[in-house]
């Protein structure tokens, strides 16, 4: 039981980046990697259920200002050969897997065209699925031409 244990621990320490919370911390703030750090906690101190409950309990917490509005409508057009997508509410890990089929279905060499000027609020999630993304269609095709991103979405979609 204790080698069993011990091969855990150290797959588990193995799948652990740290300076993953380093970087949650510079390019999203104090949350997510409070977040982060207290779900490894309990994940640690507990069981690994317990830490995955514990974890989106409080990733709910983020989501907390923006509870009257957390609708995401995505709207995709075909535009000629460009594809415009425009992104209209809050963006966040509830909404990410409508987020991720709408920028996944436009085809690979198409140009296109992200209006993030509705955009209210993106957590590091969405932010995250964006950026990579928009990475993903520069070595692909041309580089995605994103508007409306300012202030604090630019920095978080850093495109």
């Known amino acids: 039981m204790a080698s069993l244990a011990a091969v855990l621990v150290v797959t588990g320490w193995r799948l652990v980046h740290v300076g ?9 703030g104090p949350l997510p990697a409070l977040i982060w750090a207290t779900t490894l906690a309990v994940v640690v101190a507990e069981d690994l259920l317990t830490g995955v409950l514990v974890g989106i309990a409080l990733s709910l917490l983020e989501l907390l200002p923006h509870v009257r509005r957390l609708k995401l409508k995505v709207e995709t057009q ?3 050969e460009a594809h415009a997508i425009r992104l209209d509410g809050v963006a966040s890990f509830l909404t990410l897997p409508r987020l991720s089929a709408a920028l996944d279905a436009v085809p690979a060499h198409a140009p296109v065209r992200l209006d993030l000027s509705a955009l209210k609020a993106v957590d590091h999630t969405s932010a995250e699925l964006i950026r990579d993304w928009h990475h993903r269609r520069q070595t692909q095709s041309a580089a995605p031409q994103v508007t409306g991103a300012g202030g604090r979405l630019a920095a978080l979609a850093a495109l």
């Open 78 to 80: 075909p535009d000629g």
């Open 20 to 28: 993953h919370v380093a970087s949650l911390f510079r390019l999203y």
